[in-house]
């Protein structure tokens, strides 16, 4: 087993440098860089402007290949302004960079005498998928507001990208923490206020009110994973944290604010069933208990009437482990398949890097969710389009597992620049002027010596969630992933992140919510 992971692991290698060096020539082999059906317009413009010296001229940008870019020798606000023979409609701009030095730029269409910004961000790198609502234009212009150093840009891709018909709904899943954040307070509100005044108070109003504009949430999300409130301890028993009852309680909550939305699709609660402890400690559970951590996990599926569990192991770092992972989700499917038949799901999150899991053991999971946060760049940002978006599907599509497994990770929360263990929810800073563009903003910290300090924190902001969405429409995935879902702002904010997501799968779905009733 051993010498089959690491031939495995080669192969994958192998394949990804093939597919780089291919790329260099122009020459596409890895279907993750292909997304998109529709014709790329921008070959259809003439470059009617760039700014400064000409290090590499700006007509590079729509010839179609990845070893030619354009340069300007101009600091700030270098542009190149490309301009059709007629008004054209497009939703979506690709670009592509071969260096790292674009720290903040802008697309910009001609109207009415001036240049109006449609979109806005910082980071382009390796990968950028810029989208908006439709824009009609004859002239678009690239704009660079901020760099270090010299930028090389190697594409600028223009698409009007059609609504896409599904199979299957997009999975929208979101962890929701249930150690602190308990849905049955509001819902005890609710109650509590109709006691004490009637239906006809203001008070009664207000609190149901609050379950509404919460029920909104499950109008988008389709499964809910219960978190931080579930472990199995390891001798292979189910410790649930809070007690049996309360979560019942929370269950009963969640069908109580599903019941009072507006728009009522299937929404799934499952649950993660957290780790013993560390890599060897988890590895010895499993070696000595498994079979009856089967048989318990069956047993609470059923106490509870959940759709399914899920795991975080993070991370299995032997192939040992591996194997002794893949063995017990083996076991659990057959398991879930004799009690539930295909009715259970078995969700397992994922990193983009070292994943051992054997072809039979992925063939048993039916949703990985792949947290793609936490993940830095040069700058220390986390989670930004290229690290936390194309290198993470670009990683499991190398490895060839089937992509409607796939539940593309969307962080809800900031992590501060300096790469400290801080995580600060966006309902921080969803407020601040511009934010449905920004990613950072400043956060106030303490250093060791208990002094004040500002550093940087970097979020996805509702632009960067809708761009992420509309990737994964476009890759094929299967849907979302949340983390999590209570670091949002309410949905009738126009900031909320929710919302963006939202919105976006109105614009990119044609039968989004046909199963709505």
């Known amino acids: 087993m051993k010498c089959y992971l690491m031939i495995r692991r080669i192969i994958a290698l192998v394949v990804c440098a093939v597919q780089f060096i291919l790329g260099l020539f122009g020459v596409s082999v890895n279907p993750m860089k292909n997304v998109i059906a529709e014709p790329n317009l921008a070959p259809q413009a003439i470059v009617a402007d760039q700014s400064g010296s000409k290090i590499a001229d700006a007509k590079f940008l729509t010839d179609g ?17 490309l301009r059709f023979l007629e008004p054209v409609t497009f939703n979506t701009v690709v ?29 382009i790198e390796t990968y950028r998928f810029c989208t908006f609502d439709p824009v009609t234009t004859q002239r678009v212009r690239l704009v660079v507001r901020g760099q270090v150093g010299t930028f090389r840009l190697q594409e600028m891709e223009i698409y009007n990208i059609a609504p896409k018909e599904l199979d299957e709904p997009l999975r929208v899943a979101a962890y929701k923490r249930i150690d602190f954040n308990k849905t049955w307070k509001i819902t005890d509100k609710v109650r509590q206020m109709k006691e004490a005044y009637g239906e006809d108070s203001a008070q009664y109003r207000e609190a149901y009110q609050e379950m509404k504009t919460y029920s909104r949430y499950f109008e988008v999300i389709n499964e809910v994973i219960l978190f931080n409130g579930v472990d ?12 049996a009852d309360d979560l019942r309680r929370e269950i009963a909550a969640l069908h109580e604010v599903f019941d009072a939305r507006d728009i009522k699709t299937d929404v799934r609660i499952t649950a993660t069933i957290l780790c013993p402890g560390n890599n060897e400690i988890t590895a010895k559970s499993l070696e000595e208990h498994m ?60 990193a983009n890097w070292g994943v051992g899991f054997s072809r039979s053991a992925m063939r048993a999971i039916d949703e990985v969710h792949v947290m793609a946060y936490d993940l830095l760049d040069d700058d220390d940002c986390h989670s930004t389009f290229m690290t936390g978006a194309y290198n993470p599907m670009r990683y499991f599509n190398g490895l060839q597992y089937p992509r409607e497994l796939f539940n593309l990770g969307l962080p809800y929360y900031g992590r501060p620049t300096d790469g400290s263990a801080y995580w600060p929810s966006w309902s921080q800073v969803g407020n601040e002027p511009d934010a449905y563009w920004l990613n950072a903003f400043p956060g106030a910290y303490t250093d060791e010596a208990g002094n004040p300090v500002t550093i940087d924190d970097y979020y996805n902001s509702p632009s960067m969630i809708a761009d992420k ?24 904010h126009p900031n909320s992140l929710t919302l963006a997501i939202e919105k976006t799968l109105e614009q990119r779905v044609a039968n989004y919510r046909a199963e709505a009733k």
Not at 234 to 243: E, L, P, S, V
Not at 317 to 335: G, H, M, P, T, V
Request: aromatic share 14%; proline share 1%; charged share 25%.
């Open 469 to 492: 969405t509309a990737y994964a429409i476009s890759l094929g995935i299967g849907g979302l992933m949340i983390f999590h879902m209570d670091c949002d702002l309410p949905m009738d």
């Open 232 to 243: 199995w301890t390891t001798d292979g028993i189910i410790h649930i944290r809070d007690g």
């Open 65 to 81: 290949k990845v070893e030619t870019y354009w340069s300007s020798g101009q600091q700030e606000g270098a542009y190149v302004e």
């Open 291 to 350: 079979d009856t951590l089967v048989e318990n996990i069956v047993a609470f599926v059923k106490e509870f009437g959940l759709d399914g569990v899920d795991f975080d192991w993070e991370y299995p770092d032997q192939n040992a482990q591996w194997r002794l992972y893949s063995e017990f989700i083996k076991k659990l499917d057959k398991a879930f398949d004799r009690a539930f038949g295909d009715s259970v799901t078995i969700g397992v999150a994922l």
């Open 95 to 123: 670009l592509r960079e071969l260096t790292t030095s674009v720290k903040a730029f802008a697309l910009q269409k001609y109207e009415n005498g001036q240049w109006v910004d449609f979109f806005k961000s910082d980071r």
